[in-house]
């Protein structure tokens, strides 16, 4: 079975501020894919991110940056110089490969607010 | 180009009430998905289709039912609705192996409460 843990319930920040949301992760499977969606107060979820357990390179879009280490099962998120509209519920989440398509396993969420 | 729509946005429901939750797509999405928000927790999975004709159970399928006999359309019934079943519900569709493998596109939600 599939696992996601994100270690962190809320997290407040003033403006302007680097944050990293923590995910943690747990499966048999040696193919698996991970992904970050927002979901802002508006209650749609937003997709932000894929990465596919080959693909050990971090990613950086904007202010947003990803690191991936499967030496310790992780893929966290940063936002660099956050703003209040960043202010969201992140969800990561893990799909493993094959019959699995499309079949999430996601964290709890950690709730960011920033503050101006 | 609407995306995923679901209707409707707010729902309450009397305990043992049955009702029925649309979804639809026009991006002409094989796959098409029901996932369950509790307060505080993740989503979970309760039913997955992966055409027109073919469906089968997520994670938390009990006290739930789907039918997929369009490849746009994918409700999601409740039978007896109990409190338990108080949650937000997402529909989510994504396309073929391809580009853009598992991104999930969602809808705006459905909020329900069972009282």
């Known amino acids: 079975a599939q696992k996601v843990t994100q270690a962190q319930t809320e997290i407040s920040v003033v403006e302007k501020e680097d944050v990293t949301l923590d995910c943690v992760y747990e499966?048999?499977?040696?193919?698996?894919?991970l992904f970050w969606y927002k979901q802002p107060p508006s209650g749609e979820l937003v997709f932000l991110i894929r990465?596919?357990?080959?693909?050990?390179q971090n990613e950086i879009s904007g202010r947003y940056s990803w690191n991936f280490q499967k030496s310790t099962s992780s893929f966290n998120f940063t936002i660099t110089a956050s703003q209040v509209v960043d202010s969201a519920v992140y969800f990561c989440?893990?799909?493993?490969?094959?019959?699995?398509?499309?079949?999430?396993?996601f964290g709890q969420g950690t709730i960011l607010t920033v503050h101006p | 180009n609407a995306g995923v729509t679901q209707t409707p946005k707010f729902r309450i429901l009397k305990i043992g009430q049955s009702m029925t939750l649309q979804c639809a797509q026009d991006?002409?999405?094989?796959?098409m998905y029901w996932y369950r928000q509790d307060p505080g927790m993740g989503l979970k999975l309760i039913y997955y289709?992966?055409?027109?004709?073919?469906?089968d159970k997520g994670e938390v399928p009990n006290g739930y039912n789907v039918s997929r006999s369009t490849t746009e359309d994918f409700p999601l019934r409740l039978e007896l609705a109990a409190p338990s079943q108080t949650s937000v519900y997402f529909c989510?569709?994504?396309?073929?192996?391809?580009?853009?493998?598992?991104?999930?596109?969602f809808g705006s939600g459905t909020q329900l409460s069972v009282l």
């Open positions: 989510a569709s994504s396309p073929p192996i391809g580009r853009e493998y598992e991104k999930l596109f």
């Open positions: 499966t048999r499977d040696t193919t698996y894919y």
């Open positions: 990465r596919n357990s080959f693909d050990e």
């Open positions: 989440a893990l799909s493993v490969g094959g019959t699995s398509y499309g079949k999430l396993t």
């Open positions: 991006m002409n999405h094989n796959y």
């Open positions: 289709s992966v055409g027109a004709g073919i469906t």
